[in-house]
């Protein structure tokens, strides 16, 4: 056998296969290896508990420790178990070890989550980043190891701040078993966090946690407790239809009661809690809510909130924000245009000894008679009282100090008209009306005040909940000079919620709009004869109005236009406001029947004017479809959905002029009735402007009140 290179002649052949003898100095540094991790084991509490071979082995060097299963599975436990305890440099010793003698992406993540806990932010976006080879192209990577940086960071300042912060005892529950979850499981951790910070805001909670949540959810975290789409959507109707019967301490209650109970969140589930807590005035809370909602509609009344408490920077950055979601663009561009043009000067700007003015105002494109309302108010108060440098407040912004002090420079404080005397239009906390005036602020006001024209302007069946309506009705009373009630009908249901010695303040002050032409100078004369019948029908509180018989009232009406137009009559639609543009639509989707329309609300006003005053009838849902037709001399008819319009009739003594909603013949009835007008319209026009000589001595006589002061 020839002799083998590089070794003795006579020496004995290796065997193959056999194994490589270690050699002495790597037997030693692996020794002292496993060495380090046993009390780096020891120091996090997890070392375990070894067979005396393997033990035997561990201690020669003769096997490195993470070749031992229950060695490596100790020391990842040990970083976890260290983690928990916030023991930096434990962590960060078997992390070490651990990334230099068996890297992985678990061990990868567990170093950058150590490293973040160290507070070396750059580190441990690198960890992540290596740890996700083969996850994904490199910018979604990096953008990955970015995002779970600061869910760590998160982690660590919720932990940091809710354990700072004492919250509402009545959520200890959901505090302890979020501060008890460790880093280890933060994941699970943010979920718990954010359902007490929302259980939080549904209290609404102010200050650190409140702040702490804007964090949470601009971090995109909220989506932990998001709800599956349509999940929650049974909760949020009911809560709709409390707030829609103008409980919204009940809608508040559900609310709170609901995230209890699901501890899940949905867009819509944080708008109607945001509208629940606006209804009550409780702003800071309700902007939190439409802010964290991060839809098209939370923006929208995030903006509108933001507008009625003067905070005219995020209204514009909400509605900025509304216009790019899907959301209805000419309600964001409402409130832009508040925003961009206000209504009330800056107070250095104010003029004063004049007129201040609250109204509901509103812009061209909204509804026509509250277009008209402040302008008619204003004519008829100009009058007496010669040209009049007027101040507007708009009824749904708080009246707060600024506003006082703006109001308190003039010579007088007119509230109206319209039906201001309503809790579902602008709910608030302050007064429980339209008219937005806290009690402190309402006590400030130095100069005369006085209610011209305004009307109790509730449905049948609706009612204020609480005593917040009447306590602040009787605090006004007792501040005006005289309560103005646009028909007797309000003036009885007021006086109902008045003490007895209150009662004389109120009078009778007939809306303007009925007596437009005698109080607007240049207003030009009806022009009879056209043929032309204007229809006119609401849908806001649709289930009020109709009783859950539209399908039906829409065939009447279909019906009263069959037999008007074989009369000769043409029939066209009166918009007033954009929702009016769906009878049109429903006639011709449901009959097939096509009519004109006169969007009134696009127009301007003397041109809309002019449309009533061409129209030889006009027969109104609205009270001012009826209201201001009759107020520039033309023959009305009213299809009666709410009281007020009876309570009108009722001042002009003419109920036969009214038409119930469900009435089965009012088809046939109001076509009749219709057809009568047109043939004797001088008739009716006579009877209006005597109807107008009942009204106007009760406007002109309290515009000479309120004149002299």
Known sequence: MPPIEGRKANST??????????????????????????????????????????????????????????????AVEGVKAAMDRFDVATA??????LMADTPNPEVGQLA???????????????????????????????????????????????????????GPAELSDLRDLATSLPLSEHARAEAAYGRYLVACLTLGTTGPLAELLDGFAEAGFLAAITARPGALDLACENIEYLAGEGDHAG????????????????????????????????????????RIADSGPGSVRAAQVAWVVHDTEQAHTYARKALRQDVPRPTVRTVLRRVEEPITPAEADAPADGMGHVAFYVDRGENFGDIVLPHAVRDAITEPAGPTEWVPFHAHQVFDDEFVRIANAQRALVVGGGGLFLPDTSPNGNSGWQWNVPFSSLEAIQVPVYAFAVGFNLFTGQQFKGDLFRRSLIAFTRKAEFLGLRNTGSMERVR??????????????????????????????ADPGSGTVLLNAAFDRSE???????????????????RTTQGGAEVRIAAHTRGDLRLAADLEAAHGRVLAVDELHNLDQAEALDVYRRASLVIGMRGHATMIPFGVGTPVLSIVSHPKMRYFLEDVDRLDWGFDVGDPRLGAALAERTLDVLDREAVYRSDVADRQRVLLPHVRSAAADLAKG
């Open 13 to 74: 052949p290796a065997v193959v296969g056999a194994p490589r003898a270690v050699p002495r100095a790597q037997r030693r540094a692996t020794a002292q290896r496993t060495r380090e991790v046993m009390h780096a084991l020891n120091a996090a509490g997890t070392r375990p508990s070894l067979g005396l071979s393997t033990t035997r082995k561990l201690a020669k060097g003769s096997v490195t420790w993470h070749s031992v299963r229950p060695v490596r599975a100790a």
């Open 496 to 525: 109902d919620l008045l003490p007895t010695d209150l009662h004389d303040k109120v009078r009778f002050v007939p809306c303007p709009t009925t007596v437009l032409q005698h109080i607007r100078p240049g207003l030009a004369a």
């Open 251 to 290: 809608a508040l209650r559900l609310a709170q009661s609901t995230f209890r109970s699901k501890g899940l969140v949905s867009p819509r589930f944080l708008v109607a809690l945001g509208n629940a807590f606006a209804a009550l005035s409780r702003y800071d809370a309700a902007l939190r809510a439409f």
């Open 92 to 97: 960060r010793t078997l992390t070490d070890l």
């Open 544 to 562: 009020r109005r109709f009783q859950g018989g539209y399908a039906e009232f829409l065939a009447q009406i279909d019906e009263f236009v069959e």
């Open 112 to 166: 950058g989550d150590v490293a973040v806990l160290a507070g070396d932010t750059e580190a441990a976006e690198q960890y992540y980043y290596q740890s996700s080879r083969g996850t994904g192209s490199v910018a979604r990577r990096r953008a990955n190891a970015q995002q779970r940086v600061a869910g760590v960071q998160l982690y660590l300042r919720l932990r940091d701040e809710v354990l700072a912060h004492e």
